[in-house]
């Protein structure tokens, strides 16, 4: 069955970046793209964008270009979301997402989700 | 991206139906047959309950319906139970800015 499990809660400062890891099973890691959204504390969801393992194509969303990267790991079935320049607003429960084979495809698959508080 | 409208809130009793809005443009909504619909219970990541506007993925009770019209998608839910008490979001592909997905704000159902 498809498993995404995602890296353990982080506490940063303001200013410095962090890197969440989703490590994919139970599946064809290149053949499905893997979305990444957010969702702050009682807020709603937010797309960031998303990755083809494949080949490593990305996109990301407006508000978030220059500040994000995702990349991938064949390797290991692992795909990675780092999020630079953080500030408070960027504390959130950060997701991973199994979408499908093409990008129009929407995220049906979940990680677990990561906590990541932005703190001085 | 600018994030679909949902109304914050609806409700209703157990066995009656409600429907829920998704307000886009023509860059997303209105311009693509990709509107899906996620469940969310408090502390747990989103269900995919209706994908491509109107098809359920297996699994997914038939009480739950998805159409659109125009620049608006609605999500349907007939023969209300207590578990569907939930967060519900929209989401569309998008060719806005840049090319990919926008979520809608969440609408907090509650069956009474």
């Known amino acids: 069955q498809v498993q995404l499990v995602q890296s353990g809660a982080e506490v940063k400062k303001p200013g410095a970046s962090v890197k969440v890891s989703c490590k994919a099973s139970?599946?064809?890691?290149?053949?499905?793209?893997m979305h990444w959204v957010r969702q702050a504390p009682g807020q709603g969801l937010e797309w960031m964008g998303i990755?083809?393992?494949?080949?490593?194509?990305?996109s990301y969303a407006q508000k978030f270009q220059g500040r994000v990267t995702m990349t991938r790991d064949t390797s290991t079935s692992t795909v990675y979301m780092e999020l630079s320049s953080l500030r408070s607003e960027d504390t959130a429960v950060y997701y991973c997402?199994?979408?499908?084979?093409?990008?129009?495809?929407?995220?049906?698959?979940w990680g677990q989700g990561t906590l990541v508080t932005v703190s001085s | 991206q600018s994030a679909l409208t949902q109304p914050a809130s609806v409700s209703g009793s157990p066995g009656q139906s409600i429907t829920i809005s998704c307000t886009g443009t023509?860059?997303?909504?209105?311009?693509?047959?990709?509107v899906s619909w996620y469940q969310q219970h408090p502390g747990k990541a989103p269900k995919l309950m209706i994908y491509?506007?109107?098809n359920r993925p297996s699994g997914v009770s038939n009480r739950f319906s998805g159409s659109k019209s125009g620049n608006t998608a609605s999500l349907t839910i007939s023969g209300l139970q207590a578990e569907d008490e939930a967060d519900y979001y929209c989401?569309?592909?998008?060719?806005?800015?840049?090319?990919?997905?926008?979520f809608g704000g969440g609408t907090k159902l509650t069956v009474l």
């Open positions: 139970g599946y064809t890691f290149t053949s499905y793209y």
């Open positions: 989401s569309s592909y998008t060719s806005s800015s840049t090319l990919g997905w926008v």
């Open positions: 491509d506007v109107s």
């Open positions: 990755i083809n393992p494949s080949g490593g194509s990305t």
């Open positions: 997402a199994r979408g499908g084979h093409f990008v129009v495809v929407p995220a049906a698959h």
């Open positions: 023509s860059s997303d909504v209105g311009g693509y047959n990709y």
